[in-house]
Structure formats: C-alpha cells, structure tokens
C-alpha cells in the first residue's frame, strides 16, 4: 500500500495550489480519502474528506469556500484544489485512506484516527504561504 502526496511549495498569500494523493495497492474506490495537515507545533487536523465513490465531501469550516476535494478513481489519485491561501494554511498536508474515514474522523475525531492506527497514511508535502 503506498499514498503519495505532491504539489506543495511556496506561494503568496491569495494564491492557489493543487495537491495530488496518488495511492496503489488496495481498491481504491472502497476507500474514503482524507486530507489533513499539521503546523509546527499544533495537532493534525482535519481539512477534507471524499467518500470511495466521490459523491460524499467534507471539509473543515477554516477551508470552506476554498478548498475543493475531488478524485478521480480511474487514475487512483485525489486532488485538493486550495484558492485564497492564507499564511495560517501553512502546514504539512497529509492524506490517508480508509473504508469509512470521512465518518469516523467526524464521529471521533483525528486523534482517534490516528490511535486507531488502520488507516494509510502518506508521507506528507509541505505547503508554505508567505504573507
């Protein structure tokens, strides 16, 4: 199983990047798939979430209205289109897969997520925003 997050760099305040997670080695539509991201210093957090057909999204209230989640299950790979980049977007963004991730994190939380210890996780890409 391998998820691998690119697409992260350096840019001004109110501009845009996109995040690609391409992801092998399991049925990839049988899975939701989640972006999160973690600031020097702060807990991971939650930022969207897509069920395994794409017809479910989520996001957090900090990104709505400019983060778009989407994925496309015939090349294994979901997109995080962030607009508007604040400097407090600056972050390691991550993205995880798991057959019922985008309820689970609503339900119990990130941490628990991460207790949990089922779901896959990527390495991470680092996204920086310069004010």
């Known amino acids: 199983v391998q998820l691998v997050e690119s697409g992260g760099g350096l840019v001004q305040a109110g501009g845009s990047l996109r995040l690609s997670c391409a992801a092998s080695g399991f049925t990839f539509d049988g899975y939701d798939i989640g972006w999160f991201r973690q600031a020097p210093g702060k807990e991971r957090e939650g930022v969207s979430c897509?069920?395994?057909?794409?017809?479910?999204?989520y996001s957090a209230d900090s990104v709505k209205g400019r983060f778009i989640i989407s994925r496309d299950n015939a090349k294994n790979t979901v997109y995080l289109q962030m607009n508007s980049l604040k400097p407090e977007d600056t972050a390691i963004y991550y993205c995880?897969?798991?057959?019922?991730?985008?309820?689970?994190?609503?339900?119990?939380?990130?941490?628990?997520?991460?207790?949990?210890?089922?779901?896959?996780w990527g390495r991470g890409t680092q996204v920086t925003v310069s004010s």
């Open positions: 995880a897969a798991d057959p019922n991730l985008c309820d689970v994190v609503r339900a119990f939380g990130v941490s628990f997520v991460l207790s949990r210890g089922e779901a896959y």
């Open positions: 897509i069920s395994g057909s794409g017809g479910g999204t």
